[in-house]
Nanobody, 122 residues
Framework: QVQLVEFGGGLVQPGGSLRLSCAVS????????MGWFRQAPGKAREFVAA????????NYKDSVKGRFTISRDTAKNTVYLQMNSLKPEDTAVYYC???????????????WGQGTQVTVSS
């Protein structure tokens, strides 16, 4: 029902920053949760952060708290993940997803983007 396209990934040095964007098209609802997930080579996909489309609630994976910030711009139909103080262990393919039920946890996402690669290395 919604289409998601991630962009903004790339190669950065440890300690650097990136801002990922997720362009959202189609009908959205204020109760939707928009999430970021990531999957590193050889590892399972993991939850990173989520935000209600209306901005009312935010949830983060513990390991990114204080470093990553999720936000959204409803006028631009875009969700962002600002990533600071990047570490090699942040290297992964990052995906955005939409949860129609509005829950901010790991489960319940209905629509997914194609992913964007983030590599943190010297």
């Amino acid at each position: 029902q919604v289409q998601l396209v991630e962009f903004g990934g790339g190669l950065v040095q440890p300690g650097g920053s990136l801002r990922l964007s997720c362009a959202v098209s189609g009908r959205t609802f204020s109760s939707y949760a928009m999430g970021w997930f990531r999957q590193a080579p050889g590892k399972a996909r993991e939850f990173v952060a989520a935000i209600r489309w209306n901005g009312g609630l935010i949830n983060y994976k513990d390991s990114v708290k204080g470093r990553f910030t999720i936000s959204r711009d409803t006028a631009k139909n875009t969700v962002y993940l600002q990533m600071n103080s990047l570490k090699p262990e942040d290297t992964a393919v990052y995906y955005c997803a939409a949860n129609r039920r509005g829950t901010l946890g790991q489960a319940g996402y209905d629509d997914w983007g194609q992913g964007t690669q983030v590599t943190v290395s010297s």
